[in-house]
């Protein structure tokens, strides 16, 4: 076990002690994180699904915004990133800005249909619209095998790696203390927790970021300067012995100003940042549980609009925030982060492949003073405690709701409970089981290699909710077959790709041209097309599902106000009422006994206070979502009548916002393109 962690070698020693007043700001952050997450505790309800897994459907915009945010930045952005910038250039803030166009779709067409079907999980989604139980537990277990080897173990690397190049802790010690912060108030504090910790971390990375960012240009002497000096940032000693680096591993790229690349020479081909890119983008931000969970928490529509709305001009930022601090730190310490030959990167960073990872933290380390370097490093913590808690809720979410009730159809709403928690502890042992085997095969392409797991898993993911909602024709055997052939598609792939390992200049290990050599953006459009057309395909030959089982759980008939006849209602696994225990809530227990309930939430308290027109089930969002005037119309009051117009003044606003979204993303394109 300890030689598998030898990539951990990244060395302390390297880098400028930190200060007294740097350890005070971060035991600060630690104190307001942990005070944070006492309150709700103290004050939320936590003992029901509604409760625990979507702070009460209760979230307003600023809220959704801050959580989508937080939730999707981690150290793998921070350190991936701002390596890739080191390596490639800009292109890599692509992956950011498409973020927007994909955030306005997220809450003007999949978040008003996901609302309105009244589910708590994805899978469950999936369940209603197309009936039986196969395509659910299949969609529950693929999403927990992503999080664990995708999200989870990315996380876990970097932020490990960050730990040690920074404070100098053991990587275990490090894991232990992440761990242990980030699954006390996932557990205890349930999603409410998560959220408001989630509007510090979000307020900490934007100010530690841009803090950062300010400092680099500044010693660079701007942005012109960035331009002339990049190029010509090679490493000084490019040889050892007979080998010598291949050109193309210590010189800047020639388009490396430039976001859309040669479709055949480049590294990320103009034609999958449009069409590949997208396909992921599609998958992660609108059918992933982690980030839709957030929306299903809104309050009605129009926040969870705001709240895509918010993240979206979050997502600009890390273009300049991260990925050109990355590129700065080549041209200040080009030995180090851009070294080629192996025993220098070994001398440097402790790996034999790449130290562009380091990239960032060296820049925050040499270039802040003391107190902001505190506080940017209180930032990348955020980062990493915000990642890891939103999939920790979503993953224990998922099992709870969709798998556990599989296994035992007669759990009680507090079993359910106590299951949720305590697969969060199981997750997290499995995540550190696994996490050294990562480290042995991709530890200097950490970002590659999340988005090449999602480019060989989700396409079909993608493709099964996009004609889940746009086509009334899709029916349960398209979806799972076209979901099933696509993963086994992209799982081939994955599997032969990882087994030769990845290439490297002193590495010249490839997999066959015939198997890897599709670039994995173009893989993910190809994957996500013969999805598509398997899922068509099929259901063209099965028989189709009756309007009565689809009101509200598709597009076409997303506002239809007749009652709807689920497909898997005489099936349906109810669980028992809590009343089937009676003792339990009037027992007179000792304070141990009411004490532990109130650090797990599993004491009655009173739920969040919903307006009076919220107060009804999810499946009547629509009247507070108000699609049309002709919600409402018949009431006639004046009360009736203002806030028809307040909403339809907000509607206006939030559509002028997205819009102006799409507007500014589409000038960022392109002016670098």
């Not at 999200?151 to 730990?163: D, L, N, R, Y």
């Not at 076409?556 to 009422?577: A, C, F, G, I, Y």
């Amino acid at each position: 076990m300890v030689s598998a962690w030898q990539g951990f070698g990244w060395t302390a020693q390297l880098f400028t002690s930190i200060s007294t007043l740097d350890v005070l700001v971060i035991v600060l952050y630690f104190l307001l994180v942990l005070g944070i997450a006492l309150w709700v505790i103290m004050s939320c309800s936590r003992g029901t699904v509604e409760d625990f897994f979507l702070a009460g459907r209760n979230l307003v915009w600023w809220q959704i915004g801050a959580f989508l945010f937080a939730s999707n930045i981690g150290t793998g952005h921070f350190m991936g990133l701002a390596g890739k910038g080191v390596s490639s250039g800009i292109a890599v803030g692509a992956f950011e800005w498409n973020a927007a166009f994909i955030l306005c779709a997220l809450g003007w067409v999949f978040s008003p249909v996901y609302m309105k079907s009244g589910v708590v999980t994805l899978p469950r989604y999936l369940r209603k619209r197309f009936g039986g139980c196969r395509i659910q537990l299949l969609l529950a277990i693929l999403y927990l095998l992503i999080y664990i080897f995708s999200k989870i173990s990315v996380e876990i690397c970097t932020g490990a790696v960050f730990m040690r190049l920074v404070l100098g802790l053991d990587v275990y010690l490090a894991s232990v203390v992440l761990l242990s912060v980030t699954g006390i108030y996932s557990i205890t504090g349930g999603f409410a927790a998560v959220v408001y910790t989630d509007i510090l971390h979000a307020s900490f990375m934007v100010l530690g970021s841009v803090f950062l960012m300010v400092y680099a240009f500044n010693e660079i002497g701007g942005y012109q300067e960035l331009e002339s000096r990049y190029p010509e940032a090679k490493p000084a000693l490019i040889s050892e012995g007979n080998w010598t680096a291949p050109v193309e591993c210590f010189m800047p790229r020639a388009d490396a100003f430039h976001i859309f690349r040669d479709p055949i020479t480049g590294d990320i081909p103009w034609p999958g940042v449009i069409f590949g890119l997208s396909t992921i983008s599609l998958y992660y931000w609108c059918t992933d549980q982690t980030f839709v969970q957030g929306c299903l928490a809104g309050k009605n529509l129009s926040h969870v609009k705001g709240g895509c709305v918010l993240c979206g001009f979050l997502k600009l930022l890390p273009m300049f925030s991260i990925v050109m601090p990355g590129m700065i730190s080549r041209v200040l310490y080009t030995d180090k982060v851009a070294c080629v030959v192996p025993s220098e990167c070994k001398k440097y960073c402790g790996i034999q492949a790449s130290c562009s990872p380091i990239a960032y933290p060296l820049l925050m380390v040499e270039l802040l003073p003391s107190g902001i370097r505190g506080l940017v490093v209180s930032a990348l913590w955020a980062s990493l405690m915000s990642s890891l808690t939103a999939v920790f809720s979503s993953a224990s979410a998922v099992f709870t709701m969709d798998i556990y009730p599989r296994i035992r159809p007669t759990a009680t709403r507090k079993e359910l409970m106590i299951t949720g928690r305590f697969f969060v502890i199981v997750l997290l042992a499995v995540s550190i089981a696994w996490v050294p085997a990562l480290q042995v095969a991709h530890r200097e392409q950490l970002f590659e290699y999340m988005h090449s797991v999602l480019s060989y898993l989700t396409p079909p993911v993608a493709a099964v909710f996009l004609l889940a909602i746009f086509c009334k024709r899709v029916t349960e055997q398209g979806a799972f077959w076209g979901l099933a052939s696509g993963l086994v598609i992209g799982s081939f792939r994955m599997l032969t790709e990882f087994a030769y390992g990845p290439w490297s200049c002193s590495v010249n290990r490839r997999c066959p041209r015939v198997i890897c050599g599709v670039h994995y953006l173009y893989f993910a459009v190809i994957l996500f097309t013969i999805s598509l057309l398997t899922v068509l395909g099929v259901s063209a030959f099965t028989e189709p599902i009756p309007d009565k089982h689809l009101h509200r759980l598709c597009w076409s008939l997303r506002n239809s106000q007749e009652e709807r006849v689920d497909l898997d209602e005489d099936t349906e696994m109810k669980s028992p009422e809590p009343q089937a225990e009676p003792d339990m809530f009037v027992e007179d227990r000792g304070c141990l006994w009411k004490a532990w309930d109130v650090f797990c939430g599993l004491e009655l308290l009173p739920s969040p206070k919903l307006a009076p027109e919220e107060v009804v089930v999810p499946e009547a969002e629509q009247d507070d979502v108000l699609e049309g005037p002709a919600h409402g119309a018949t009431s006639g009051g004046p009360e009736q009548q203002e806030a028809l117009e307040e909403q339809l003044l907000w509607s206006k606003v939030l559509g002028f916002c997205g819009l102006l979204l799409l507007l500014l993303t589409g000038l960022c394109h392109v002016y670098f393109y």
